[in-house]
């Protein structure tokens, strides 16, 4: 690897330098004891490794000068061959910052000193040096753990700009002031296992960026704005997956599934499996993952009080929330129920004699209605299912022919709670059964007043 160190630089660093061009830095040290070791081991692997001073009393160690492009290829090699940290970055110090080669004490500045013949100042007491220092807070005080570097930013305006889109993603994410001057937004902290999970999968679902790092603390600077522990939790023992077709289910209950219900392991279950880790967060194992989100439907379904209703006009049964719910009427093929308790909601079930074509019609008199306002359809031999919305309301509206009849359900629901709109419909389609025959069922559907 020295090797590689060697190609950086056609010459090596006289003693101390003005900063000209670029470096790329690897890490950062609060005291210069915690540096000079960094730097030393550094210095066993590349030959062209330096210090410099940074804000706060922070001392870098980074790998240069070098011409800016040079640096950001060589970067990406030594990322490939992960010989550097992953948040090492290429950085153009200020030209009045020295570089100094490992083995020569940093300086902070380079001001010219003036040539005068007066006798030069006697050098400080070292108490007065001491009460000089800036006051820097000790290592302990950074918060343990790991950190998802988010983005950085060149100046504190952005920075706090940018802070108040990730508050309102993750809720209490970080400020920092970067020792490069710069100011970065950070999660965390977590432990080490949990930030090296979760990162690749908040990346592949592009809810954070895709070069965010995992660093800790002491390469962040200075905390400006403190957050809290994101709930990312750290991955376990991998579990089987459930079946898939109480996958599907739980999926289609959770908005990220439109498929069939069907069993087969597919590209739409598995995006749906990876949208719901990534927006759930509550385990990066599918089969973790997928437990814990039936187990939520299941205590969702206790908190809303869905219960059996039995519909005697057209023997057809569903779970529903039957609190939202009032009967209102039957007529015919269809039996109506109205919002209760100022709900906004209502449920339509359906049931005739028929095939495909009755079947049909009874989306189209759906449509015509209004119940589902412009409505995305999806038909397939002996299945309808119908979904659109307005600025009032949501509805949906899923159809099938079983045992020589057309039936289903419309489900309205206030557009301003989609969430449970989504929940409410899937427990519709999972639980529709018949349990006994439609009353009246031999009577010709009439057409219906909303």
């Not at 939520?296 to 869905?306: F, K, N, V, Y």
């Amino acid at each position: 690897m020295r090797g590689l160190g060697v190609i950086v630089l056609a010459g090596m660093l006289p003693m101390q330098a003005m900063a000209e061009g670029a470096v790329i830095r690897l890490e950062a040290k609060r005291s210069e004891a915690a540096a000079a070791e960094a730097a030393a081991g550094w210095a066993e692997r590349f030959d062209n490794v330096v210090t410099l001073p940074l804000p706060g009393g922070w001392t870098g160690i980074a790998l240069g000068p070098m011409d800016r492009a040079e640096a950001e290829a060589l970067l990406a090699d030594l990322r490939a061959s992960r010989a550097v940290p992953g948040d090492a970055f290429v950085s153009q110090p200020p030209a009045s910052i020295v570089l100094s080669p490992v083995g020569t004490p940093p300086a902070a500045s380079a001001e010219p000193v003036a040539e005068t013949a007066a006798e030069p100042e006697s050098a400080p007491e070292p108490e007065a040096v001491a009460e000089a220092e800036p006051e820097v807070a000790p290592q302990s005080a950074l918060p343990e753990g790991r950190f998802l570097r988010l983005e950085a930013f060149e100046t504190e305006a952005e920075a706090r700009e940018a802070l108040t889109r990730w508050q309102a993603e993750f809720g209490d994410a970080w400020l920092w002031a970067l020792p490069d001057g710069w100011f970065a937004l950070a999660l965390g902290p977590l432990t080490p296992e949990a930030a090296e999970a979760w990162a690749p999968v908040l990346k592949t679902a592009e809810i954070i960026p895709s070069d965010a790092v995992v660093t800790g603390a002491d390469s962040l600077g200075a905390p400006l704005v403190e957050g809290g522990a994101p709930d990312l939790p750290a991955p376990g023992a991998p579990e089987p997956l459930p079946p898939l077709e109480d996958v599907q289910r739980a999926l289609r209950w959770a908005g990220h599934y439109t498929g069939a219900i069907d069993g087969k392991d597919g590209p739409m279950t598995q995006a749906a499996i990876r949208a719901e880790i990534a927006t759930a967060r509550r385990a990066t194992d599918p089969g973790t993952a997928m437990r814990l989100l039936i187990e939520a439907r299941a205590e969702w379904r206790d908190r809303m009080g869905l219960a059996e209703l039995r519909d005697e006009a057209t023997g057809l049964s569903v779970t529903a929330p039957l609190s939202a719910l009032v009967f209102d009427r039957a007529e015919r093929a269809l039996s109506i129920y109205g919002p209760a308790n100022d709900s906004g909601a209502a449920l339509i079930l359906f049931s005739q004699k028929g095939g495909q074509q009755e079947l049909l019609d009874l989306a189209g008199l759906v449509t015509a209605l209004g119940w589902v306002p412009s409505p995305e359809r999806r038909i397939r031999q002996g299945h309808v299912h119908l979904r659109g919305e307005n600025e009032a309301h949501r509805g949906e509206a899923e159809g099938r022919v079983r045992d020589g009849r057309a039936e289903g359900w419309v489900l309205i629901w206030p557009a301003s709670d989609p969430e449970t709109q989504t929940r409410v419909a899937a427990e519709l389609s999972d639980s529709l059964d018949r349990f006994a025959p439609a009353a009246g069922e031999d009577a010709p559907a009439a057409p219906v007043t909303p």
